[in-house]
């Protein structure tokens, strides 16, 4: 008769849970945010401290004193923590880091009811946050040395270039001059925010969330494929206005955004339909906001809008159903 007993689903268990994705995020996100320690040093380090602690204390007042329990999964709290401190300018002060990440917890997420609620990606609007409330503070790049870096002053290599062709000066001019190449940031070079440094590590963090499945390939390669399409449009027809694909894949926050910012559980698309759609549309707007926009980067505002695309994806680009 036990052969007989039927139980409720779901049927087949998954000892996957959030708290094991992650920390495998928090794992593949240990290559960049190491080597931003050694080129940054102490203000990396404080940055990555203050976005952190923030986060985590944030986050638990509300929900001890204001919900009553406990925080659901520390580590996604402590990724978006992370994920902030990337996207900051290595020279930004703590109370920077601190209003972000209040911003970040306080009102991207805890506003909407908490873990799997957030409509928008909390470290994504908190930079958005910053940048719109403290541009002068977000765009000052200067910095200390780090461990194994002297110290670093000048913009980041898309804001030399959006400079110098504000002033009529070619893109190819401004290359060479500058010193800047494709390869400048592949392996690891000073200049933009604090987990822009390295490409390569960015990268293999990538590996390591698909090897684990903790991603698909889909919205990243969306993203990095329509960059690669309209930015060689666009630099074939005018190679002295706009700058290639190699440059714009490995320059600014596009790798660490579309890897790991884009790919967000609950902030992107659940069919593969809709996140082709969802990386396609943030491929669009970083390549339109960087060539035509005010900002020289345009990842973190593409996101922004794709976030809110998300239920509509969702919606109308559901899955055949076997019957009727």
Known sequence: MAKLLVSPSPHFQNPTTTQVLMNDVLIALAPATLVSLLFYGWNALLLLLVCVITCVGCEFLIEKYLRGREIPCISATVVTGVLLALNLPPAAPWW?????????????????????????????????????????????????????????????????????????????????????????????????????????????????????????????????????????????????????PVFNLLSGGLLLGAIFMATDYVTSPMTNLGMIIYGVLIGLLTVLIRYFGAYPEGVSFAILIANITVPLLNKYCKPKRFAA
Request: proline letters at 5%.
């Open 96 to 244: 920077v880091a601190f209003v972000g990440s209040l911003a970040a917890i306080g009102i991207a997420k805890m506003c909407f009811g908490g873990l799997g609620q957030n409509i928008f990606n909390p470290a994504i609007f908190g930079r958005v946050f910053l940048l719109v409330s403290f541009p002068v503070a977000m765009t000052t790049w200067s910095t200390s040395p780090g461990w194994i870096a002297d110290a670093f002053s000048g913009a980041t290599p898309l804001a030399q270039i959006n400079e110098g062709l504000r002033q009529g000066i070619p893109a190819s001019q401004i290359v060479a001059e500058s010193g800047l190449s494709g390869w400048h940031a592949f392996f690891a070079s000073a200049g933009g925010s604090v987990g822009e440094v390295s490409a390569l590590a960015l990268i293999i963090g990538f590996v390591y969330l698909l090897v684990r499945r903790v991603i698909k390939p889909t919205i990243p390669v969306a993203i990095l494929g329509t960059v690669v399409v309209l930015t060689s449009i666009f630099s074939l027809a005018n190679p002295e206005r706009f700058t290639g």
